[in-house]
Structures are given as structure tokens and as C-alpha cells.
């Protein structure tokens, strides 16, 4: 394999740090890059410090060179700004997805090919695939880490440019080739929370850029069951922290009026109001191009979730609607559906 340059996006993180042990190991010029996105006034909630430690100790101990790069304005413009309106304007926005297509693969992107840059690598568990000049992004081996869910809106110059080395390896042997390698990171909890943002009490942080608006929990029938504290703080299909007393059924969040700001709630998993077959989708983003009607797709409406038989018909260039074979539970508008052909992840859009 011909050497390259190649810099790595690296967070402190297991994974991150094996993907760039690989490339290393593959006899490629690596360089570490750490990015700060997120300037934080509670330390505590996003360990950045700690992080860029374990990204120095890291690349001391496999032999590479690190930069650290702040993207602060960045993320606020494409990201977090998008993340406020959608919570706003009572969706529930997956800022996983913005996050890779605006700072992991376009402002980290732009910045390596600056440092001289044949390629990027991440730690994230997919794989991309060229075939006949076309780009095409892939599930991981590792069905439980697959993250191809997260990449949907990569473009064929992001996948042209970008290296997954865990694509075809699971997390047990990431582990264990990090404890072999001697990185001091190989336990190390896997990040959760918001990306860039951490871990944090959510309601209070929310509650910091938005107004809390207080109201009313209905059922459908307009019975008053109990009060809720900001619809930007449910989502639907949501369970805990409703408070709602009383015999049966533990409740869930099936809708929200936006006119009245009430928060609509149901009794039972599966009653029929947490149930679609169909939805409409915007924002959209193909990899290769929008999929061709007629043959029958699969689609999540959700990281993890199993897919799901559906069949695909395309409006226009910003719209689409989804028929699936089986209800789905809980379709919530402001997270992504993302359609796969096989292993093939073929691109999505927002659900609205």
C-alpha cells in the first residue's frame, strides 16, 4: 500500500486512537488532530482538558505528531444555531448527523488538506467502498456499532477523502488492540451526550439559550392529566420523567400542539397513536443520488433500530415520502430517517 498522509481525528476516545494505531501500524505519515468545538464554562460537563491529554499520551505512545484545532464558531454557526431553532420549534434534532457533515468532514476536512492531507480518518465504525468511480458508504462489519446512520449527508468528495480503519473490526478487538498497544486510553467510557457539547443535565442546559414555557399534558380526548415543563424538553415515545400518577398503563409522549402548548400523552407502548406507516422527509441528502422508485428499501428512523422494509417515492429535490411495510413506533419529526439498499447506505433526510 502506497504511503500517505493522513490526519486523524482524534478525541481522546478508544476508538479514535486505534484508527490512527492502524494507520500508523500501516506505515502512513499520521498526524493527530484534536478539535475543541464547544467553548465550555462548566468543566465538568465537557472534559476537554483530560481529552487532549489522552490524545498527547496517545500519540506519544505510537509515535505521531498532534495538532489541536478550535472550530468554536464554527459549530455554533452550522450547528448549534440549527440545534436551538429545531428544539424551538418543538422538533427533536439529532445533532450527531450536522455535526459529521459540517465539522468532522467539512471544517476538519478543509483544515487537514491545508496541513498537506491525502486523506482523513475518523474512529467511526462504517465502511466506504468505490466501484466504478462512485463512492459509496457502507454499514460496519460490527452490526452493533454500525454508525453509517450518523454519515448519511457525506458527499462523494467527503467519502473520496475519508478513511474508516474500524470499518471491518468490532469494539471488543478495538479494546484489545489498544490494551496490546500499551495506550493508556484502552478502558476509557465511550462519550455520550451531545456531541461536543458532553454530558449534562439536558432541561438546565436547554433551559440556558431557551424560555421555559410550562403547559398542559392531555390525552387526545382532551383530558388534563398532568403539566409539563417546555414541549422542547419530550420527544415522542418518550417515557420517563412525565410524573403522571394513577392506575394502568405507564404513560408516553405521542404528540405536541405547538398552538396550544400542550403535550399530548397516551397509556401503553402500543397504542395506536405512537404508530405510522408513513412519513414525509426534507433536507434531503443523497451519497450517489436520490434512490430509484419502485424496489423495496429499508430505512431507520432511529440510531439502532432494526431496518425496516419500506418503499421510497421522491417529490422533488428536498422532499420525499416513505411507506413502510410494518407501523413504525414512535416516528419523531427532526431526527433523520436514512435509507439503505443491503449494506448500503444510500442517504436520507430529516424527518418532517
Known sequence: MARSRIVVGMSGGVDSSVAALLLKREGHDVIGLFMKNWEDDEPEHCPAKQDFMDVLAVAERIGIDVEAVNFSQEYRDRVFRYFLAEYGAGRTPNPDVLCNAEIKFKAFLDHALTLGADSIATGHYARVRTREGVHELLKAHDAAKDQ????????????????????????????????EAGLPNFAKKDSTGICFIGERPFREFLSRYLPRQPGDMRTPEGRLVGRHEGLMYYTLGQRQGLHIGGPGEPWFVAGKDLARNELIVVQGHEHPLLYRSELAAAELSWISGPPAPGPEYAAKTRYRQ?????????????????AFARPQWAITPGQSVVIYEGERCLGGGVIA
Open 148 to 179: 453509517s446512520y450518523f454519515l448519511y449527508r457525506l458527499n462523494q468528495f467527503q467519502l473520496s477523502k475519508t478513511r474508516f480503519p474500524l470499518g471491518d473490526t468490532t469494539k471488543p478487538v478495538v479494546r484489545a488492540l489498544a490494551k
Open 306 to 322: 432494526a431496518d425496516a422494509p419500506c418503499r421510497f417515492r421522491h417529490i422533488d429535490a428536498q422532499r420525499c415520502e416513505i
